[in-house]
């Protein structure tokens, strides 16, 4: 079992920020070609003022913004590396955080849900409700609207490589 995480911390965003992004492999010849998504989460430290907010998930197939280069790490203390590298073009087996620039591609929205940024927000599905993200494929999570207070936002998406 191959787990990992891609944290974004403290992290100041734009609106509609797309706060994570993972692009599988383009075909199933590698550990990144299929991943599967199996917790999210989402919060804020910059304020003690109370908004409610909503999150957004989804896959992008084209036109994607510019990111943070973040490398996942393993769950294992020690463990394998990834397959995912970090990059700023969501690249194929690449993820990112904290766009500085939205893509102009749609977002096929697979979920949403609202959340109050003082509580944070935390998103573990059952196993039949993993999802499953396949070659040349792109999963992002997102903030949707303007929050008032854009500093000290944080995200965690934790997948597992299962080829």
Known sequence: MSRYTIT?????????SEMITIRAATSYTSRASLLS???MTCSQSGTSTSQQLAVRWGL?????GTFTSTTPS??????????ITGSTSNAASSCGTDASANGAGTLTVMGQEGFNNLNGWLWVPTPDEQ????????FVLQLQGTPTTLTGWNAT????EIT
């Not at 974004?8 to 509609?16: H, L, R, S, V, Y």
């Not at 992008?60 to 994607?64: E, L, P, V, Y």
């Not at 393993?74 to 397959?83: K, Y």
């Not at 999802?131 to 792109?138: A, Q």
Request: glycine share 6%; hydrophobic share 55%.
């Open 8 to 16: 974004m911390a403290n992290q100041t965003i734009i609106a509609d």
């Open 37 to 39: 998504i199996y917790r």
């Open 60 to 64: 992008k197939a084209s036109a994607f």
């Open 74 to 83: 393993p769950v294992v203390l020690n463990g394998v590396a990834s397959a």
């Open 131 to 138: 999802i499953l993200v396949g070659p040349d494929l792109t």
């Open 157 to 160: 998406l934790f997948f597992e």
